[in-house]
């Protein structure tokens, strides 16, 4: 009933899907994951629209990795506007703490009723409009934002579903498995999970190395009756690609360019160069397998007998 409604639900009601992206370990490339995610989802129909939430709120990385460092947060009557990655067309946006510090260096020393009340703040006074997916790149861990999140938006806890992260060493899996553990625990569905720096890409010829260990994260899928979405190697070509974001969003924030369109102009060269990307051909084919699985984890939400 609309008597029952949060200031959260009432702004997250005509988002479709929100896929939260979540790792038990720092270090495994969980935000290079959902920026990629986000950007496959945007290319997988003309018209989806996606945004993408940052909630690593004491290490914000998407606005780097998408060249929109330097940005501000625009305050409209209706609440915060979501910085635009692709211009005007406004079918892929980005929220994060990142945008808001005076200087990206800044650190952020918060204690946990602080983050609480960002978090609420990001979920309730966004302007997130009407959006299929809203992918929330998460810290490492199993702590306040994540509970936070899901206390937020228990009104919306049916369109909620996860997707973990992991590398395939020993540690690593171990941690997957405390973070499958925790969304176990609080009922919240999961799409699969993704086993990241799984081989190397060699620059030259595109041939993949295991210099690491590799198959840890399908095995884990496999034991826990998880879907196993895919692996990623690590590609130097998509190392290369977020670090020239980097770059010239510093650039950009240092005066180097002053003209708004510059950075629109970037934001495009990012998406077309990430589709000529190895990790960007792979990737698809685990956003083919989330979209596929999403009716899945609805239905699995729904109660018998609805």
């Known amino acids: 009933m609309a008597s029952s409604e949060t200031p959260v639900t009432r702004r997250l009601k005509c988002i479709k899907h929100i896929i939260i992206v979540c790792s038990g370990k720092g270090g495994v490339g969980k935000s ?13 129909s003309p018209t989806a629209r996606v945004a993408i939430l940052d909630v690593d709120l004491t290490g914000p990385s998407i606005p780097r990795m998408l060249g929109l460092d330097g940005h501000g947060v625009v305050q409209s009557s209706d609440g915060w506007v979501p910085v635009s990655a692709d211009g005007t067309e406004a079918r892929l946006s980005c929220m994060s703490v990142g945008f808001l510090l005076k200087k990206k260096d800044d650190s952020v020393v918060w204690r946990g009723p602080k983050k609480n009340a960002m978090i609420r703040q990001f979920l309730s006074d966004v302007r997130w409009g ?6 929330i790149d998460t810290p490492p861990g199993t702590s306040d934002e994540h ?3 899901l206390e937020h938006m ?3 806890h049916s369109r909620l579903s996860a997707v973990i992260v992991t590398t ?4 690593a899996l171990m941690d997957a498995m405390k973070c499958l553990s925790f969304t176990r625990t609080v009922n919240l569905p999961i799409l699969g999970l993704i086993e990241n720096m799984s081989g190397y890409v060699c620059p030259c010829c595109g041939e993949i190395s295991n ?3 590799t198959g840890g994260g399908e095995e884990m899928a496999r034991r826990e009756g998880l879907t196993f979405l895919g692996s990623l190697p690590v590609d130097t070509e998509l190392v290369t690609l977020l670090d020239a974001a980097e770059v010239e969003s510093a650039a950009d ?3 180097v360019s002053e003209d708004p369109a510059h950075g629109t102009e970037r934001t495009f060269q990012l998406f077309q160069q990430y589709q000529r990307t190895s990790s960007s051909k792979l ?5 083919d397998r989330i979209i596929d699985r999403i009716p899945i984890v609805e239905e699995e939400q729904q109660p018998h007998g609805v």
């Open 32 to 44: 290079s994951v959902s920026t990629q995610l986000a950007l496959s989802l945007h290319s997988s």
């Open 130 to 135: 009407d959006l299929d997916y809203l992918v």
């Open 147 to 149: 509970l936070s999140l």
């Open 154 to 156: 228990s009104g919306v």
């Open 168 to 171: 395939p060493q020993a540690v």
């Open 211 to 213: 210099v690491f260990s």
């Open 253 to 255: 924030s240092e005066g």
């Open 283 to 287: 990737f698809k084919g685990i956003v």
